[in-house]
């Protein structure tokens, strides 16, 4: 099994910035890629960044330029760095992990930003 904890979210205000912060334990043989997603009331579940093993970390068009996903393999983390943040950020977000065929989700961390 593989546990995903989260943390870094909060209240900021438009224009503002947070740093979100994921670490993976448990059964880590095989991690394929790491990510971060979000959840607005009302709304589907969509990815934020995705940072695949040995490639290119891809961004969803609403946060290119202003959101920075990084990992560190050795200790099994991947960081959200959201700069410049808008109302319309504003949701939960969840740490996701695939590890072998598996994917694993974090409990999820609020990010509101007020107008």
């Known amino acids: 099994q593989v546990q995903l904890v989260e943390s870094g979210g909060g209240l900021v205000q438009a224009g503002g910035s947070l740093r979100l912060s994921c670490a993976a334990s448990?059964?880590?043989?095989?991690?394929?890629?790491m990510g971060w997603y979000r959840q607005a009331p009302g709304k589907q579940r969509e990815l934020v960044a995705a940072?695949?093993?040995?490639?290119?970390?891809n961004y969803a068009d609403s946060v290119k330029g202003r959101f920075t996903a990084s990992r560190d393999n050795a200790s099994n983390t991947v960081t959200l760095q959201m700069n410049s943040l808008k109302p319309a950020d504003t949701a939960v977000y969840y740490c996701?992990?695939?590890?072998?065929?598996?994917?694993?989700w974090g409990q999820g961390t609020q990010v509101t930003v007020s107008s």
């Open positions: 996701h992990a695939l590890v072998g065929s598996s994917s694993y």
């Open positions: 448990g059964r880590i043989f095989s991690v394929k890629g």
């Open positions: 940072v695949p093993s040995g490639a290119s970390t």
